[in-house]
């Protein structure tokens, strides 16, 4: 007799291990491995309420402003009689101004006045500022993959015990100076928080998210063998119970048949003839604004388990992915030309972390005479790959396999230094392959 695999109670024994742990156990860390989607920001919600509400008060480590104000809503949101401290810089506009109208969030610049509250949160870079306090018994850090193990160092002194979130599969810490002569020590602080903190302490509890809510049923089996091969996950839903569909019948073109693949198998591919081009390849970009056209002016619906009844794809819903900021302002030029606003155009690291119903990719690699570390990197082509919740489109000109074949990873062997797996040459051939069965040809 087979089990039938449920995704909401998989979920709920991870989530009620991890609350176990953290409010319970005696480990000073506790780490919590998460895939795209899977509910990172509820459990670190969760996490801080449940702490609270055992008297524990708290502070809470995130990597950007704008993280840090949406944890500051959601706590708000769940639970409007907790007291949350919002600790943020002497900027002129330090904050979201949503948050002035949460009555129960105190804001200061300054971590004494904030002293007393169930939860303070802050940045990590802020957080590295507060000097002369009486350390927290607890802490939360949100996107721990994405704090450099410097950063950690800076705030570990304000807290005995934590517990760290995160999502391996994203990009690694950005750093603007080189690291490589730090490379395979265990200080590295170009390293991530997480990989440093196990690095020194692999006796710490080790949990995993084990589905993921925001990728459909077509695309969480690819994300998962390509980008998480020891850490495996599944979608939240199941094949059938999503559904893109058009309201405009295909013209036929190539942006027309492509959108056709992707609503009906959750990927796309439209490929454009081989050549080697500029980094803003002018046919590829309108390529990808052609897309976004046609897939508003077809009025797209998509049905799914949030809703009863179909629900327009809005532009507010359709983002564009891309390796460089100059290849972004290029697609938001083409779309302004095309009369094409409220679209998310950005690169792979300021996407991290949002959720689209659609999205469309330029490929990293297309065009290109060569395949550099920056454009193999695996969390970059993750990231790209894992904004969706019903279909990805990814334009691309043909060659790329071969490319890869060309240019075998030539980066230097380090001694001690954790290779990372799976590497990103192998990543591209895996999600290249899949593309490869909904692949669309098209000569503009």
């Known amino acids: 007799m087979t089990t039938v695999f449920d995704p909401g109670a998989a979920a709920a024994r991870a989530t009620g291990a991890i609350l176990d742990d953290t409010l319970r156990g005696s480990a000073r860390g506790i780490v919590v491995d998460s895939p795209p989607g899977a509910g990172k920001s509820t459990l670190v919600v969760r996490a801080a309420l449940e702490l609270a509400a055992a008297g524990h008060p708290l502070m809470v480590v995130a990597q950007t402003n704008a993280q840090v104000d949406d944890l500051v809503v959601r706590l708000a949101e769940k639970e409007p009689e907790l007291p949350v401290g919002r600790l943020h810089s002497n900027d002129s506009d330090p904050y979201d101004k949503v948050l002035d109208g949460l009555e129960n969030v105190r804001k200061s610049a300054k971590a004494a006045d904030l002293a007393g509250l169930d939860v303070v949160i802050s940045t990590a870079a802020k957080w590295a500022h507060v000097k002369n306090v009486e350390p927290w018994g607890h802490a939360i ?69 084990p589905v993921s809510w925001r990728l ?95 629900v327009p794809v809005t532009a507010d819903r359709v983002a564009v992915g891309t390796a460089h900021r100059d290849q972004a302002a290029a697609v938001r030029a083409a779309l302004a030309e095309l009369g094409v606003t409220g679209v998310a155009v950005d690169t792979a690291n300021r996407l991290q972390g949002r959720e689209f119903d659609v999205t469309v990719v330029l490929h990293p690699l297309s065009g290109r005479p060569d395949a550099t570390a920056f454009h193999l990197e ?3 082509l993750c990231v790209l790959a894992s904004r969706h919740r019903h279909a990805c489109v990814v334009v691309c000109r043909e060659g790329v396999a071969e490319l890869l074949d060309e240019h075998p990873s030539t980066e230097p062997v380090q001694l001690g230094v954790t290779v990372k797996f799976p590497d990103g040459w192998e990543a591209n051939h895996a999600v290249l392959a899949h593309l490869a069965e909904h692949r669309v040809r098209w000569r503009p």
Request: hydrophobic share 40%.
């Open 378 to 380: 695996t969390g970059r």
């Open 216 to 310: 459909p049923a077509s695309a969480a089996p690819l994300v998962s063998a390509a980008f998480y091969p020891y850490t495996p996950f599944r979608s939240g839903t199941d094949h059938g119970d999503r559904k893109l569909s058009f309201g405009v019948a295909s013209d036929g073109s190539g942006p027309d048949r492509v959108l056709d693949e992707a609503a009906e198998a959750g990927w796309g591919l439209l490929e454009l003839p081989a050549r080697h081009t500029p980094r803003t390849d002018p046919e590829a970009v309108r390529a990808v604004a052609l897309v976004v056209r046609r897939l508003l002016d077809r009025g797209g619906v998509a049905t799914s388990e949030r809703a009863d009844d179909p």
């Open 141 to 209: 850090v949100d996107e721990a993959y994405q704090m450099r193990s410097d950063a950690l160092l800076a705030v570990a002194g304000l807290f005995e015990r934590a517990l760290f979130v995160g999502d391996p599969g994203q990009l690694d810490p950005f750093s603007i100076v080189g690291a490589d002569q730090w490379a395979g020590l265990s200080y590295d602080p170009s390293a991530s928080a997480v990989s440093t903190l196990l690095a020194h302490n692999p006796e710490l509890p080790q949990h995993r998210l």
